[in-house]
T-cell receptor, first 114, second 112 residues
Framework: DVKVTQSSRYLVKRTGEKVFLECVQD?????MFWYRQDPGLGLRLIYF???????EKGDIPEGYSVSREKKERFSLILESASTNQTSMYLC?????????????FGDGTRLSIL | AQTVTQSQPEMSVQEAETVTLSCTYD???????LFWYKQPPSRQMILVIR??????QNATENRFSVNFQKAAKSFSLKISDSQLGDTAMYFC?????????FGAGTRLTVKP
């Protein structure tokens, strides 16, 4: 089975801090994604990556950046955390054609910014 | 831009009964894929069922089936013989190469 591991299940940070969320997948998937999940809004795509060092903005990239130095690892960075970034963050991966391949999700990181 | 709408924020069903979750979407593309995902309480999101838009036949996976109406851009999920383990958030998703567009979700509770 595909395993997508997010480094923290719960995280509490302070406004203005630089925050790193880490995600690792073990199935050699080309695509990796970061979503945030908010009640009533579903999942919204922040960034995705289709290869090492390649990244594309999703629907809500403002305030975030990403890094993919190795194929298995995709990091989400909050450059200067703000309270409106309090949310559940989900990482996912998929094979090359992500239109017809299911995305495999991690357990999520519930991030609170105080 | 693609949008996905789930008009039922919450639903409940008695164990062993059938329930249908609705989903509509908007796209100008002709060849695409639609998915239903399930997120149990405090657990990982998992795939329930997938439908290819160019296929007329509705997808079925055991107790789960879809009613795909391409012209109406409708993609509903039917759960037969509901079980307590079906209690979860259900998300409808439109998949693109550049990630998915998800609906807001429907919280389904199966009552004993």
């Amino acid at each position: 089975d595909v395993k997508v591991t997010q480094s923290s299940r719960y995280l509490v940070k302070r406004t203005g801090e630089k925050v790193f969320l880490e995600c690792v997948q073990d199935m050699d998937h080309e695509n990796m994604f970061w979503y945030r999940q908010d009640p009533g809004l579903g999942l919204r795509l922040i960034y995705f990556s289709y290869d090492v060092k390649m990244k594309e903005k999703g629907d809500i990239p403002e305030g975030y950046s990403v890094s993919r130095e190795k194929k298995e690892r995709f990091s989400l960075i909050l450059e200067s955390a703000s309270t409106n970034q309090t949310s559940m963050y989900l990482c996912a991966s998929s094979l090359w054609d992500s239109r017809n391949q299911p995305q495999h999700f991690g357990d999520g990181t519930r991030l609170s910014i105080l | 831009a693609q949008t996905v709408t789930q008009s039922q924020p919450e639903m409940s069903v008695q164990e062993a009964e059938t329930v249908t979750l609705s989903c509509t979407y908007d796209t100008s593309e002709n060849n695409y894929y639609l998915f239903w995902y399930k997120q149990p309480p405090s657990r990982q999101m998992i795939l329930v069922i997938r439908q290819e838009a160019y296929k007329q036949q509705n997808a079925t996976e055991n107790r789960f089936s879809v009613n795909f109406q391409k012209a109406a851009k409708s993609f509903s999920l039917k759960i037969s013989d509901s079980q307590l383990g079906d209690t979860a958030m259900y998300f409808c998703a439109f998949m693109k190469q550049a990630g998915g567009r998800f609906g807001a979700g429907t919280r389904l509770t199966v009552k004993p």
